[in-house]
Each structure stands twice: as C-alpha cells, then as structure tokens.
C-alpha cells in the first residue's frame, strides 16, 4: 500500500536504507526538499541497537523512519517512537513483526504531499483584529482535540474546563458553530448548549440556534449505496476483534480513533467505508 509523508504530521525523515536504486532516492530526497522537510541518514554507520535518533532538534513523535533493516533491531521504535516507521523490502510479515507500521517494496510507492501552507506561512488572526471590529464575525470549533481533550475512549470525550463558558460568551456576541464528524445527536449532546450552529457528520446534517434541523439532499440520495458499503466493509473486517462500530441511524462519514494500548482503531458509524481511515488508523 502507497505510503504518504505529510509536512503536516511529519517534521523530517530518518533514512536507514541499504542498497536501494539511487534514482528512486534521489526522487524521494528531491520531493522531500522541495516540501522543506529535513532528512538525514544512518545507513552503514555503526549504531548500538535502539539507538535510531532523529538529529539533535528534531522531535521524535513527528519525525518519520524509513528502514530496510529489521525495525527493532535498528532501532526503527525507540523510546518515544517515531510517528511513522515504514519497512522497505520484500518480506512484510518480517518486518511489521519487527516494528514497521506500513512496509512498501520499493521507494516508489512512497510520495510527499505538497500543495499545503505550513502554520508558519498563514496570516496571523491577532493582527487583523482591526479590521474585524467593524465587522461581525462568526466562530466555528471542531469537537475532538479543540473543545475536548482527544482521549483513547471517544465515548469518554467531553469539553475541557472552561469551554462550555467560553462558548456561551461567544454565543452572545457573535454566531457560533461547531462542525464534527461525530453523528449530530452525539455531539450535541456532549456539548449541550442552546443557541449554537451544530453540524454533524462533517456537515451531512446540521441544526440552527433555534433547533431548525437542515440535511444535504444530494448527500441522501446516496444513503444506499452507502449502506451498501457499510455491509460489504463490515463483512471483510468483522474478523478483526480490536475493531469497534458504532451504530447510528444516521448516514455519515465515518471516523477513527485509536487506542495507543492496543492500537486497536474505532470507526462510527458503521454507513461508510472507511477503508484508508480504518487502515491507517
């Protein structure tokens, strides 16, 4: 399966390669700087097992890792983990069993997303504070990781101290909005406040600050052949026991969440494939 290397969760790229084809790698490199990500090099240099470190101002939990090597033995997962640990070589059993997180058969399968602004790059909101006074603004929040805490369990998220009084004093100033691809009854529950644009499902269905529920037609018109997929993917991955639905009467997207101590991923609900989601997760 291609793997992707995203500027946006990864800060730079560890190589750990052994007689690979230098076409391919200098394809990869040319990608990886044109992007602006670092990458550097321990191939043929003696290092004592789980000793693989990103260079010194590096952060390990964003840096990739790229091995031809066992993982474990050339330290592809050390203390603090890399956030992606990709085998490179025939045998994948061999080294998923040995720490790899996705394992490709050559370089070619892996590419750089581009075409993003890092946060460095966009405009800095404080500094048009001007230029909205005259203006009203509206406000809009994701649920998981902005107003909750993002947790192992997502049935345990809830909003984080002080937002549910921060919201009402934007509620009375300004039109507030939180969009979630959590089903619309869920996250409104969980925040449980009047006066709010709430949309679920990334937007599938939403309800205005008096309660007024809308839905995306043409988005319904394609509940069937969702439902169809729904059935299709919970037949190849009913096998898998880390795998929690969640059902829900409503046709959304469907989203993960993972567990670091088991690295099982949940999906709900169950109406959408959520193949690379799933996969990735």
Known sequence: MPVIID????????????????DAMSVLRRQLRDTGLPSGDVAGRPRPPHSSRPPTGWECTRAGAWSSQRPRRRGGRPAGGFALVVGVGADAEELRRNGADAVVTGLGDISVRTGDRRMSELPDGLRALDALAARRPAVFFDFDGTLSEIVDDPDAAQLTAGAAEALRLLTAQCPVAVLSGRDLADVRQRIGLPGIWYAGSHGFELTGPDGEHHQNDEA????????????????????????????????????????????????WPPCVPPASAACYG
């Open 7 to 22: 500027p946006r969760r990864h800060d730079a790229v560890l190589f750990d390669l052994d007689n690979l084809p230098g």
């Open 220 to 267: 319904a018109a394609t509940i069937p052949v969702l439902q169809r997929a729904a059935a299709e993917l919970g037949e190849q991955l009913h096998h898998i026991p880390e795998l929690w639905w969640n059902t829900s009467d409503s046709v959304s997207p469907c989203t993960t969440e993972t567990r670091p101590a088991t690295g099982s991923a949940r999906c």
